[in-house]
């Protein structure tokens, strides 16, 4: 049985920092692109960050750039997002995901983790 899971959630004030952990395990994983997405109460879960097996090519939104650094280990399904200067924007549950298009695609989410950004 597959398990994502994700560490590192918390309360922070506002400009603080906090880093994000995801593993995943239960099979062999190979070429899963891996990403952070996030859902604030009321809010759809939105797109924060992603980076490709091998930990080389990341993709970011707007509102991560210059403050989320998302990285991972080479060819391991395990990564990290480290978030600074957090707003109170930020609040939200953060999931970990793994998936892959092809050949057979697969799609693996986590059970969340809690930020909360204090002013």
């Known amino acids: 049985q597959v398990r994502v899971v994700e560490s590192g959630g918390g309360l922070v004030q506002a400009g603080g920092s906090l880093r994000l952990s995801c593993a995943a395990s239960g099979r062999t994983f190979w070429n899963h692109e891996m990403g952070w997405f996030r859902q604030a109460p009321g809010k759809a879960r939105e797109f924060v960050a992603s980076?490709?097996?091998?930990?080389?090519?990341?993709v970011y939104a707007d509102s991560a750039k210059g403050r989320f650094t998302i990285s991972k280990d080479n060819n391991q399904p395990s990564m990290d997002l480290q978030m600074n200067d957090l707003k109170p924007e930020d609040t939200a549950v953060y999931y970990c995901?793994?998936?892959?298009?092809?050949?057979?695609?697969?799609?693996?989410w986590g059970q969340g983790t809690q930020v909360t950004v204090s002013l």
């Open positions: 980076i490709n097996w091998s930990g080389d090519s990341t």
């Open positions: 995901r793994l998936w892959r298009d092809s050949p057979l695609p697969t799609n693996y």
